[in-house]
Each structure stands twice: as C-alpha cells, then as structure tokens.
Nanobody
Framework: QVYLVESGGGLVQDGGSLTLSCAAS????????MGWFRQAPGKERHFVAT???????LYSESAEGRFTISRDNAKNTIYLQMNNLKPEDTADYYC?????????????????WGQGVRVTVSS
C-alpha cells in the first residue's frame, strides 16, 4: 500500500509563492508518474501538474510558467513550487501517484491520493 502525505500549504498574498511537498511511504515510486491536482470549494478536482520518472512533465494551462513540479526519488518525494500565486489558485491541493510510468492529466488514472493540503491566496 502506498501512502501519500502533503505538506506546505497555507495562506499567502496575491503574487506570493509556496512550495508543496508530498512524501510517499510504502513501495518506492521512483518509476511511477506522480502529480498534483486541486479542488476549489464546490468544484471538481482538476489537474495541475505531473512528472514521470524520467523527468517528462505536463502542466495545466493555468500552471504553465508559474508552477514547477519536481521529485526526489531518493526521498520518495515530489514537490510543487508555485510562484506568482493568484486568488483563483485557492484550493485544496492533492498529491497523486499512479501505477505505471506514463504521466497523464487524467485524474482517474491515479490510484493513490493524499489527504490534501489547503492553499489560500488573499487578494
């Protein structure tokens, strides 16, 4: 069983930065794709970014150019560096991992999920 635990959320002002972390326990996920999704209050969960084991990344249109996903395979941890945050980025952010190496934006392809961490961006 894989367990994912996010950290690093909080309150930040418009234009600020935050870095989220997701530590995985259980079998190593070094060769699995892992990603980030977010869910604003009352809305569906949406893709933010994903990265496969070889370094290939995908970003949502809103994240492109502002967010960076990275991973440390030795620590079984992925990160989401978020810059120039906007109020519309306010949401619960979820880490996810999937069986298999292919990175995808499809949330239904991810088998493992963290509990989520809240990011609030004030205007």
């Amino acid at each position: 069983q894989v367990y994912l635990v996010e950290s690093g959320g909080g309150l930040v002002q418009d234009g600020g930065s935050l870095t989220l972390s997701c530590a995985a326990s259980g079998p190593t996920l070094a060769r699995n794709a892992m990603g980030w999704f977010r869910q604003a209050p009352g809305k569906e969960r949406h893709f933010v970014a994903t990265r496969n084991w070889s370094g290939a990344t995908l970003y949502s249109e809103s994240a492109e150019g502002r967010f960076t996903i990275s991973r440390d395979n030795a620590k079984n941890t992925i990160y989401l560096q978020m810059n120039n945050l906007k109020p519309e980025d306010t949401a619960d952010y979820y880490c996810a991992a999937k069986i298999g190496m292919a990175a995808t934006m499809d949330r239904y392809a991810y088998e493992y999920w963290g509990q989520g961490v809240r990011v609030t961006v004030s205007s």
